[in-house]
């Protein structure tokens, strides 16, 4: 994000004049780019500025933008670069309390506490996120089974209202407001600061088993039956493989080596940490790399190199929770339309409708890299929280004809299973499909409004979805 | 707002009623519903595609509008923004007008050129500024291959045509870096109400695949669209024709 001192964007609101000093802007994806004025924050005192003098399109927060779609826009309206507020201010490192401004990003605290003896409580599949875009997705990790998501793991955090006041909310101060904002999608108002426990590891290192499993059956029976015992857990399915292979995965399940678990050899520095060095894609791709052809071959590659069982294998941090970070930029390689990140839960005992999902996706052609699977544990009281009991499975989609159509059909069958969607992977469900899937949005709704009757914090998303 | 696969949500009609607009609005309606404005005149046809609409699963708007009356697009772009954002706005009114009249009548000339060119001149202006304000949105604006090269047998038509062309591929370079974005769309002759009677042209089209042809176009972002898309190839070749030979083509 930006380094250099941006001048102070020149507010244009007249009507219909152009809007002077607006960027484009998407979210990973690369899909439905739209105009607004970014002003980085660095106080408190910056967002105010911006909050009072917002444009009639009004105000949302931005992170480091890993959401899928358009969470993080606002067309013709204010955005908030969040990410130059980034500092720690306090660190307690009996308890592994910290309070971090809310641009701050996992990785930055990976580096700061990984060697003190301290990981995140929850990471995503990429550590480029941050501590603001973590609780307002409320996101989940390979540990959502055993530790929850996110907020879990928040016990405060200041939230600059529409009002103009800076509150501080705690889940025991105020309940509703607090589990608003959990996984909101800075619809509530702009996380300033946060209080967040981290958990204590003896090493740097992780121990990995890793089993490959022939069909889907064979993995929800393994995640079952033993995801209890490890920490974390995470399954890579081969989307393209039909028939008596569709749902072949690769399983990696592990937990934090404890210090007499290593090598002698590592011992005299258990929690050394650098993340990985990152290689950049290269900027342009010739369109149609990625077709099924390619795509099943670097699949059927990938399933036949995992061994079929390893047991405590030992793994940094970035080759088991960030493996897709060793490359930077490369949501690039799916070309100039970009693409969509599919990604819903169905509840247990609907394991059908993951079967006939599966089936759907691997016939439709749609060239899709591995997909995840996931086994959650229960959920929190995060009115547009995702994670509840069941398995989410997600999957990366590049923009083609006929897609529109194919996730549309999906959403249905994931309403019928009492299923839902992930919010920061969306770019595309239709509003009145969301509205079935999740049955406190009215809570939502009736917080958000108290808060911000005017509605002032709105993003593309809530236009889009009617929140 | 238009989402990451190119479904809008909202879609204005102006000359709601016309076959192509209509068009429009199923072709859209058989993927999703959504909300369509109808700005059209306040007539039995308007509350006849209203309720049309309505049961193709579109919540719908209707909004007043009259090409004949300068304030008009005004008050119909803000009626219409009322109800919330304009994802798509297709720009689809027009007369054909009678050849054989406007070859002498002043008058008939000066009504044509108002409803099919100055008209959609301020409403392309009142839309951009509209959508400018919102930061993203499509216009879609209904030109003619007739306006490509205007001939004898119907000039005064290609003409406010070419006018309309000119103004809308202008606008769209204009907002550029502003989120809206412009689709000019040039059919070839469509069988419809406007063009009932006539004889079919070489590579006539319908209402249908005009729509189609736009729903494709908005999809993917593109500025101009032929339909059928041959007729691009067409035009290229008749643009580059001799004058004298083309006086005499049978077109
Ligand atoms: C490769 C990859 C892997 C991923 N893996 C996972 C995963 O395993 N689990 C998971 O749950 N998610 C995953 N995600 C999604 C990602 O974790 C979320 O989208 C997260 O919100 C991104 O954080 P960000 O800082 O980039 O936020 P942005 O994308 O910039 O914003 C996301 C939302 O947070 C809001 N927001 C951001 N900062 C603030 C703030 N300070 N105050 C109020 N609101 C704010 C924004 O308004 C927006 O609505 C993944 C994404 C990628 C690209």
């Known amino acids: 994000m930006p380094e250099e001192t941006l001048p102070a964007p020149h507010r244009s609101h007249a009507r219909g004049g152009p809007l002077q000093g607006a960027v484009p802007l998407t979210g990973w994806g690369r899909t439905a780019a739209t105009p607004a004025l970014l002003s980085p924050v660095r106080s408190d005192d910056d967002a105010l500025a911006v909050l009072k003098g917002h444009s009639p399109r009004g105000v949302v927060a931005r992170g480091l933008a890993r959401s899928y779609g358009d969470a993080a826009q606002n067309a013709g309206g204010d955005v908030l670069d969040m990410t130059t507020a980034n500092q720690v201010l306090h660190a307690d490192l009996e308890t592994g309390l910290v309070d971090v401004e809310a641009g701050i990003s996992l990785d930055e605290l990976m580096n700061r506490f990984v060697p003190q003896g301290f990981f995140v409580p929850v990471t995503a599949g990429t550590r480029y996120v941050t501590v603001g875009g973590a609780i307002a997705a409320d996101i989940h990790g390979k540990n959502h089974h055993i530790a929850g998501s996110f907020s879990q793991h928040v016990r405060w955090l200041d939230l600059l209202t529409a009002d103009g006041q800076v509150r501080r909310v705690s889940p025991e101060s105020d309940a509703d407001l607090f589990w608003a904002t959990a996984g909101g999608m800075g619809l509530t108002g702009v996380i300033l600061r946060a209080r967040v426990q981290l958990k204590a590891i003896e090493s740097s290192r992780t121990l990995v088993d890793t089993d490959r499993t022939p069909d889907l059956d064979s993995l929800m029976t393994l995640l079952s039956e033993t995801d209890h015992l490890y920490d974390y857990s995470v399954a890579w399915i081969d989307c393209v493989a039909k028939g008596k292979r569709m749902g072949r995965s690769v399983v990696t399940r592990g937990r934090f080596a404890k210090l007499d678990e290593l090598p002698a050899k590592r011992r005299t520095d258990p929690l050394k940490y650098h993340g990985s060095v990152r290689v950049s894609a290269p900027d342009v791709f010739p369109p149609g790399l990625l077709n099924l052809a390619t795509v099943a071959a670097f699949n059927e590659l990938w399933y036949r190199k995992a061994p079929k069982r390893k047991r405590d294998q030992l793994q940094s941090i970035p080759t088991f929770f960030h493996p897709l970070d060793a490359v930077g930029g490369w949501n690039r390689i799916y070309g100039p339309r970009g693409f969509v990140q599919y990604q819903f839960t169905v509840p247990f005992g609907q394991e059908e409708a993951m079967r006939e999902a599966l089936e759907r996706i691997s016939h439709s052609g749609t060239a899709s890299f591995l997909a995840v699977l996931k086994r959650f544990g229960p959920g929190n009281p995060g009115m547009l929280s995702y994670p509840s009991p069941g398995w989410t499975l997600a999957l990366d989609i590049p923009v083609q004809k006929g897609l529109a159509t194919l996730l549309d059909q999906l959403d249905e069958l994931v309403v019928a299973a009492e299923g839902r969607i992930y919010l920061a992977k969306d770019s595309r469900v239709r509003p009145e499909t969301f509205e079935k899937m999740y049955d406190r949005l009215d809570d939502f709704r009736t917080v958000r409004k108290q808060v911000d009757p005017d509605g002032v914090f709105t993003s593309d998303m809530a236009r889009r979805l009617a929140l | ?251």
């Open chain 2, 1 to 251: 707002m238009i989402d990451a696969l190119g479904s809008p949500s909202s879609l204005l009609l102006v000359g709601g009623t016309s076959d192509i607009a209509v068009a429009t609005a199923k072709r859209y309606l058989t993927e999703r519903p959504l909300r369509v404005v109808v700005a059209a005149r306040n007539t039995p046809r308007r509350s006849a595609v209203a309720t049309e609409l309505e049961g193709a699963g579109a919540q719908v708007q209707v909004v007043d509008f009259d090409a004949d009356d300068p304030a008009s697009p005004a008050r119909m772009v803000a009626a219409a923004a009322a109800g919330g954002d304009i994802d798509v706005a297709v720009v689809a009114f027009g007369l054909l007008g009678d050849a054989d009249e406007l070859r002498s009548d002043a008058d008939a000339v000066a009504r044509l050129a108002q409803v099919n060119y100055v008209a959609p001149t301020v409403v392309g202006t009142e839309l951009a500024n509209r959508l400018r304000q919102q930061g993203h949105g499509v216009i879609v604006a209904l030109s003619s291959v007739a306006g490509e090269r205007p001939r004898a047998s119907n000039f005064v038509y290609g003409s406010t045509k070419a006018g309309l062309d000119a103004f809308y591929s202008g606008l769209a370079d204009s907002l550029v870096g502003t989120g809206v974005s412009v689709l000019v769309v040039r059919p070839g002759f469509v069988r419809s109400k406007m063009t009932a009677g006539l004889d079919d042209a070489p590579l006539a089209t319908t209402p249908e695949a005009v729509a189609e042809a736009i729903v494709s176009g908005v999809r993917k972002g593109r500025h101009t669209v032929w339909v059928p898309g041959a007729m691009r190839w067409v035009m290229s070749g008749l643009r580059h024709t001799p004058r004298a030979v083309f006086r005499k083509l049978p077109i």
